[in-house]
Nanobody, 117 residues
Framework: QVQLVESGGGLVQAGGSLRLSCAASGNIAGISTVGWYRQAPGKQRELVAAIASGGSTNYADSVKGRFTISGDNAKNMVWLQMNSLKPEDTAVYYC???????????WGQGTQVTVSS
């Protein structure tokens, strides 16, 4: 099993910044991708950003240029730096780890991000 713990959410004004952290523990061998997803009330969960084990990254169009995902394999940590936040970024943000060989997903408990206008 893989345990993921998110932190860093909170309330921020529009234009502000937050940094989310995801700490991974347990059987982390074989994780191929770690991603940040978000789910706003009444909406489907969507991918925000992801980083592969080799370091390549991809972002949702809505956050490109504002959010940056990074990771440290030695520390088993992944971060999401969120700048120029907008009210529409308000959501619960979840960390996800994917093992491609096992085709298994692991999820954290989520952290609330609220951006006020």
């Amino acid at each position: 099993q893989v345990q993921l713990v998110e932190s860093g959410g909170g309330l921020v004004q529009a234009g502000g910044s937050l940094r989310l952290s995801c700490a991974a523990s347990g059987n982390i061998a074989g994780i191929s991708t770690v991603g940040w997803y978000r789910q706003a009330p009444g909406k489907q969960r969507e991918l925000v950003a992801a980083i592969a084990s080799g370091g390549s990254t991809n972002y949702a169009d809505s956050v490109k240029g504002r959010f940056t995902i990074s990771g440290d394999n030695a520390k088993n940590m992944v971060w999401l730096q969120m700048n120029s936040l907008k009210p529409e970024d308000t959501a619960v943000y979840y960390c996800n780890a994917f093992k491609v060989e096992l085709r298994m997903d692991y999820w954290g408990q989520g952290t609330q991000v609220t951006v006020s206008s």
